[in-house]
């Protein structure tokens, strides 16, 4: 097949790139983009195999890259019959190369071809692995080995489903790994117990019948001599540990000393894959207890664990001041976006489903998160080498890199500290004085690092020590070493909350303000990493100060805006979401001259030396996005180019959108952020509006191009982040310029409509979400100014038919406009109901639903009542939670001119409206009018026997708030 290769152009083309590529002084880019070019040329692949299996007289560097390149060129080249034959062919053969470089890249290859075209359809590929892997020959039984590692980390499943001439492949393959775990070979032994701890991830029943003998086998290489067998011994246990505990428990006492033992090994690896378990095993609430009598010999291990290697600290770098150093572009990680979503503040909120608190998804997340939170500046010290990631033996593992053996320990730490608390505080105690108080700086970083580990686990008891542990802390801030001073930063920030709640016996806060300062103080810190570890942990104060900075708004903003000057590219972003939560956090307090004329002027300058298509554009409109909603009018004279510029955004990538996808997949530009482009701009558009009000009429009037036909365009796009955005500022445009939106409502409700859907898949719950409450706002303004703060006076008594009877004639509706709703209230009300009344929606989903089912019952009570017993019940419940506010004021009103037309479709489920209405704090006194009349209608068309009666069933604090407040 490739004897009349030798003189092809494009052959040479192509071993005349990959020389240039491994060349130090090549064009990368150049040599990249052409090969891309190349993969359309037909036999691209086949050259590719020649280089690599028959062009032995090359080095065998570029033998192995035109291994690699064929492997990645799966996805993206068209592969004949024919040419499939040849590589199966030549890779398997390759499996026995002398050279390990070859065997290594073959054995991708193999792997690929078997999981791309599923384990299946390629028996004798299976076969040969099978056979090679009891091959006398150790390299070429490694090599068969390492393939199969790779297809069961990627394709565990489908090798346990998979048959060859009628025989599971699995029944075959387990029994032949169990073995291999005693070869004589270090390598082979580690492959087996990798592709075994796959096999129990995935919940194999045929390794179940052998998991004893597994067992057995492990405890055989607990002390193996290579410590990549070691590695995989711990992975192993963690790994049965969660899936069949009970296959542990029995043996926990030597379990546990075997994983102390193996947390203090000399192999990181290895060290780290036995920390996993301390935190896995904690994060079960069924296992977590069995650890109890084993904290006093945890605790310290992990603390000793915590501490930075010599290693660490040659990838960490300098101790000295580097502001001045600009940022290299491998110093920025891409930064994740999330659109904007409307939601209701509840009273005591709670986790999403799935995270509930105490549950061990959000215990792991949290301390994942919190833990990555602290070192986040570490993760981008170490460089990352393309070809070591090929060739590492250590590829097989995905925990090593930026998880590592510190931070698994403080985040395992932190997770001990919430199952066990106060527990563990008192084993902690005198192992956390004496690191505090160390000579060495080491041990006292690492004794800072755990105090906050368990900041969330063992407030309760530890608040007693902070006032002199949190002085302590703002008093390290002066340390002269930046990895002491930007942890303290961080573990300051996970007592914040104490900070600012703490009240000495004079009734104020004595440490929120030195907290404050002293985070601001390492705000402008000469050291980048201090920076970043100053401006997240102010940014965490914030939030939990809110409106508690107001009085020293002055100070706070001349301290971000000097921070300007003094940072570069990488802690610009950390800035920008400083200025952003100060924003979220003291909303219109924000609006005063003196402030507006400090901080605008920086962000506006930032924003105009930045490019449309800059990435540092990106978190610095979310950042404004936050400013403009609390700076509101004041941001008017700041609105037109901001305005313009967004337009303009959203304009251009929605083009460059459209025409990306005319062309070939292996053309298209996926590394472009345009759909991010467009949401912050669509978001920063939404904060104009909030803030600017109907100020934002002119500007959406005026636009060029228009606005409302590119909010459409938006609406209908594939992408949901995109429609998520894009809802959202329809219901913001709604409230601020409906008068200019109205023309194009006929266009837009009909998606709207199709967007609302009682089990969206998950990417579209918040898109969902948007389109639920921009609907509910739409049915407001056609309503009029009367709907939206209800007269003096309510509406009539419990069983009348009040104005409200009519398709539109709520009290104080617009019966014309209300004429033009009525095509979509049907439509949508059939949408919601079912929303409202699943069990599987979101919280937050259910709740927008019940808020614009209200809404529209404002607006048209005669067409929404008819439902109301279908609905009645679920609705209270959705809302009884919700802080009171505007929309829940309308919401409400909207019910009760419900219950005005159908008062018998309230009756079942009145208990429940009786506890709604309980649960507000302050009721308009417009709703509150209309509740009383409501009830007292009820009660006067019950009887006072009837009535008392029904009084008696509600719960005591229903009772005595009836009687309190409506005198009932």
């Known amino acids: 097949m490739a004897a009349t290769w030798d003189q092809a152009d494009a052959l040479q083309e192509i071993i005349a790139l990959i020389k240039e590529s491994i060349t130090p002084v090549g064009e990368q880019r150049r040599v990249v983009e052409r090969l891309q070019e190349l993969q359309s040329t037909p036999r691209y692949v086949s050259y590719l195999v020649y280089i690599f ?21 799966f996805e993206h080249v068209v592969i004949t019959d024919d040419e499939l034959v040849y590589i199966k062919e030549q890779m398997l053969l390759a499996l026995s190369l002398p050279e390990v470089e070859l065997r290594r890249a073959a054995s991708l290859v193999v792997a690929m071809i078997i999981v791309y075209y599923k384990p299946e359809t390629w028996p004798e590929g299976l076969g040969k692995l099978i056979e090679l892997i009891a091959s006398s020959n150790f390299d070429e039984a490694e090599a068969a080995f390492n393939t199969l590692s790779k297809v069961c980390e990627d394709a565990s499943a489908e090798l346990d489903a998979a048959e060859i001439n009628g025989v599971r492949l699995i029944e075959v393959l387990i029994p032949k790994l169990l073995d291999a775990t005693q070869h004589p070979d270090a390598r082979i032994r580690a492959h087996a117990i990798n592709c075994l701890n796959e096999f129990v991830t995935q919940g194999s029943p045929t390794l179940q019948l052998h ?49 102390l033992y193996s947390t203090r090994d000399a192999d990181t690896d290895v060290a780290l894959q036995a920390c996993e378990f301390w935190m896995q095993f904690a994060e079960n609430k069924q296992l977590a207890p069995h650890l109890r009598p084993y904290l006093s010999k945890i605790a310290p291990v992990l603390l000793q664990s915590m501490v930075y290697s010599e290693e660490d600290l040659l990838t960490l770098g300098t101790d000295e001041d580097d502001a001045h150093i600009e940022d290299r572009d491998q110093d920025i990680k891409p930064q994740h976006y999330s659109a904007r979503t409307h939601r209701n503040e509840r009273v005591e909120d709670e986790e999403a489903p799935g995270n509930a608190p105490g549950s061990s998804t959000a215990i792991q997340g949290k301390s994942r998160a919190a833990i990555e939170a602290a070192f986040k500046d570490e993760d981008e010290d170490s460089d990352f080498d393309s070809e070591d990631a090929y060739f590492d033996d250590d590829d097989d593992d995905d925990m090593t890199g930026d998880w590592n053996l510190r931070k698994c320990s403080a985040a395992a730490l932190d997770v001990l500290a919430i199952e066990f608390g106060d527990e563990l505080l008192e084993i902690l105690l005198p192992y956390l004085r004496e690191r505090l108080f160390a000579a060495e700086w080491l041990q006292r970083e690492s004794g800072i690092l755990a105090l906050g580990a368990i900041a969330q686990g063992c407030i309760g008891g530890i608040q007693q020590h902070l006032p002199n542990l949190v002085p302590l802390l703002i008093s390290t801030f002066q340390d002269t070493k930046p990895l002491v001073r930007s942890i303290a930063c961080w573990t300051l920030s996970r007592y914040s909350s104490w900070c600012v709640q703490y009240k000495g016996g004079d009734g104020q806060t004595p440490f929120f303000l030195p907290a404050m300062e002293g985070l601001l103080g390492m705000v402008l810190d000469g050291n980048k990493r201090v920076q970043e570890a100053g401006c997240s942990a102010f940014a965490t104060l914030e939030e939990e100060a809110g409106t508690e900075l107001t009085p020293v708004l002055g100070p706070i903003l001349s301290t971000l805006v000097r921070a300007f000057e003094k940072y570069q590219r990488k802690n610009l972003l950390i800035l920008y979401d400083a200025i952003g939560t100060l924003a979220d956090s003291v909303g219109n307090e924000l609006n005063r001259p003196e402030y507006v004329q400090v901080l605008l002027p920086p962000l506006v300058q930032k924003w105009q030396s930045l490019g449309d298509v800059d990435e540092d554009l990106i978190p610095l409109l979310e950042c404004m996005s936050s400013v403009t909603i609390a700076v509101g009018p004041g941001f008017l004279e700041f609105s037109p180019p901001v305005f313009e510029r967004c337009v303009r955004i959203v304009h251009s ?23 991010t482009f467009i949401i912050v701009a669509l978001d920063l558009l939404s904060g104009l509006t909030q803030g600017l009000g109907t100020n934002i009429q002119p500007l959406v009037a005026t636009s060029n191009p228009p606005l ?14 995109i429609r998520q955005s894009a809802y959202a500022l329809l219901g913001d445009l709604a409230i601020s310029a409906f008068d200019l939106l109205r023309p194009h409502l006929q266009s837009i409700v009909p998606d ?26 739409i049915a407001l303004q056609y309503g009029g100014p009367g709907v939206r703060t209800l007269p003096a006076g309510g509406s009539d008594g419990a069983g009348a038919n009040a104005s409200g009877a009519g398709a539109g004639g709520a009290n104080g509706v617009d019966a014309t406009s209300v004429a033009e709703l009525q095509q979509w209230v049907n439509p949508l009300i059939e949408r919601l109901i079912p929303v409202l009344l699943s069990q599987k929606s979101a919280k937050s989903l259910t709740e927008n639903a019940a808020v614009t089912i209200g809404r529209f019952g404002l607006v048209c009570p005669a067409m929404v009542a008819p439902h109301l017993d279908v609905f009645f019940v679920q609705w209270c419940q959705a809302l009884w939670d919700i802080k009171d506010n505007d929309e829940k004021d309308s919401a409400f009103r909207g019910l009760c001119e419900m219950i005005q037309v159908n008062p018998n479709g309230a009756a079942a489920g009145f208990p429940y409206f009786c506890n709604a209405v309980v649960r507000w704090t302050t009721p308009s006194a417009q709703l509150n009018d209309m509740f009383r009349k409501i009830l007292t209608g009820f009660r006067d068309a019950s009887g006072p026997e009837q009535w008392e009666s029904q009084k008696q069933s509600f719960p005591p604090v229903i009772r005595q708030r009836l009687q309190d407040r409506y005198g009932l």
């Open 53 to 73: 299996a028959q062009l032995t007289t090359e080095d065998v560097q570029i033998r192995t890259v035109a291994g690699i390149l064929l492997k990645n060129g």
């Open 211 to 259: 998991l004893d003998t597994f067992l057995t086998a492990l405890f055989k290489r607990a002390s193996d001599e290579s410590a990549h067998v070691r590695k995989f011994v711990c992975q192993a246990i963690v790994y049965i540990s969660t899936a069949t505990p009970a296959k542990i428990l029995p043996e926990l006492p030597n379990v546990v000393e075997y994983m």
């Open 653 to 675: 990538q929605l083009q460059f959108l459209a025409e990306d996808a005319q062309k070939p997949a292996e053309e298209r530009d996926y590394e472009r952020m345009t759909e």
């Open 708 to 721: 409302l036909p590119l909010l459409y365009m938006c609406i209908r796009c594939e992408s949901a982040p």
């Open 752 to 777: 709207l409509i199709q967007q609302i859907e009682p089990n969206p898949a998950d990417e579209n719950v918040s898109v969902c979400n948007n389109a639920a409450w921009a609907a509910g706002e």
